[in-house]
């Protein structure tokens, strides 16, 4: 099975989720909108979206296509993935738990997003910023750690398998928990930087992480878009004083 | 099995979206944050959300007890209760596909939330209502539009079960899109009241399920919470011109 991811190409953005756990798991891809030519970049990925209503049409990007299913939904694309790339616990309670925690990455995800954009997406960040400082500070003060501390306080409590979130192996969810520390760093490096202390276990977690054979070379690859100020984490020094 | 849902007693929120599908299937199950008594009410609630973390403690309500196994996140709920209560597609593709409409219908209902607190969910309306005003104009102007456009689009390109969004059977995604169709007319009636002729076969949709006899029954009953300005849909008349 040859995976099709669709994503818009110059950012990380909720792509970047799908896109570690194929990394990591060593799949058959193509990621439709980095590419060019006939039935490829973002035309493609626009086309899928208007096209057939009724028919698993996708609400937005990311969306993956395998074979003739078309799945949309980040967190949704993951648990469909997930036992298929061996990045999911075998039972359905590992399952629904690590998807649990998916979800609640993928809202701490949005939120981290409205920082940036608390009025409107359609709205540019200037026209929005007197707004984004006032939410900013709630999520730096608020929001990140009760996220924070919740994952944390997942691992401290554990009794078994205290390497990784949900079960005893590795699973998309670290991927995912990677990803987030990755966008809050990028995005808020001095709250984070404060904050360290209060997550080391986190902190190990995303190093083990980015230690996988497969997902440190895809990080040093020119396939690992960087984070920038189009995507979901921007770092707006004034949003993280 | 009797299910345990767990809520906050005083609004339909997101708990309600469970609570809908548990009543239309005649589901055996207690609103456990509701009822008094020991091991009861909220204290209870909250005890099971301290305890245990590592062990699918939940992030926030809504959460579901079915006998040793604890499933939070509403979207989660419903793919887990969905085939058990006989509210979903029977083949993986068509869980995926409800479950996808599922999480964007949660989409929705987070932005329609984050209206009248576009700041900070631990403020009060009041010390953010400049920015609500500016939110909520996007959200009538732009984001209604989106989603119910989309959501009718569904139904309107489907080419056999019209009469569902999900496959050719009543699943939970017509019971939550009943809700979101609720509360946004709860919440912004002159916007819904001049959008109506754009999504006629959502209308017709909500009618049905709100026909069912289990859930007609359910919604004349006390067990329905009226929606209220502490919940996710609010009628600020500011909000709504």
């Known amino acids: ?55 698993f049409a996708p609400f937005a990007p ?6 003739r299913l078309v799945v949309a939904q980040t967190a949704n694309i993951l648990a469909y993935l997930g036992p298929r790339l061996g990045l999911a616990p075998a039972a359905e309670a590992g399952r ?14 949005t939120e981290a997003h409205d920082t940036h954009h608390p009025i409107a997406g359609a709205l540019y960040y200037h026209e929005q910023k ?20 919740y994952f944390e306080g997942i691992l401290a409590h554990k009794t078994s398998g205290r390497a990784w979130m949900a079960g005893n192996a590795l699973t998309y969810v670290d991927l ?21 202390r209060q997550h080391p276990r986190l902190i190990a977690l995303c190093a083990r992480v980015a230690a996988r054979p497969n997902t440190a070379a895809y990080l040093a690859s020119r396939r690992r878009l960087p984070f920038n100020e189009h995507g979901i984490f921007r770092r707006y020094p004034e949003l993280d004083p």
């Open 62 to 67: 990311p969306f993956l296509r395998a074979g």
């Open 130 to 149: 007197p707004q984004a400082l006032l939410r900013a500070a709630h999520f730096r003060g608020t929001r990140i750690p009760k996220f924070l501390d």
């Open 1 to 55: 099975m040859r995976y099709e991811l669709f994503y818009w190409p110059t950012i990380p953005g909720r792509g970047e989720f799908v896109r570690l756990a194929l990394e990591e798991a060593g799949a058959d891809y193509i990621d439709v909108a980095r590419l060019e030519g006939r039935g490829l970049g973002v035309p493609a990925m626009q086309a899928l979206m208007a096209a057939g209503r009724g028919d």
């Open 96 to 109: 629904l738990w690590a998807h649990q925690l998916q979800l609640t990455i993928m809202d701490m995800v």
């Open 176 to 196: 995912s928990m990677y990803q987030l520390l990755a966008g809050l760093n990028y995005a808020f490096p001095n709250t984070m930087a404060r904050r360290a």
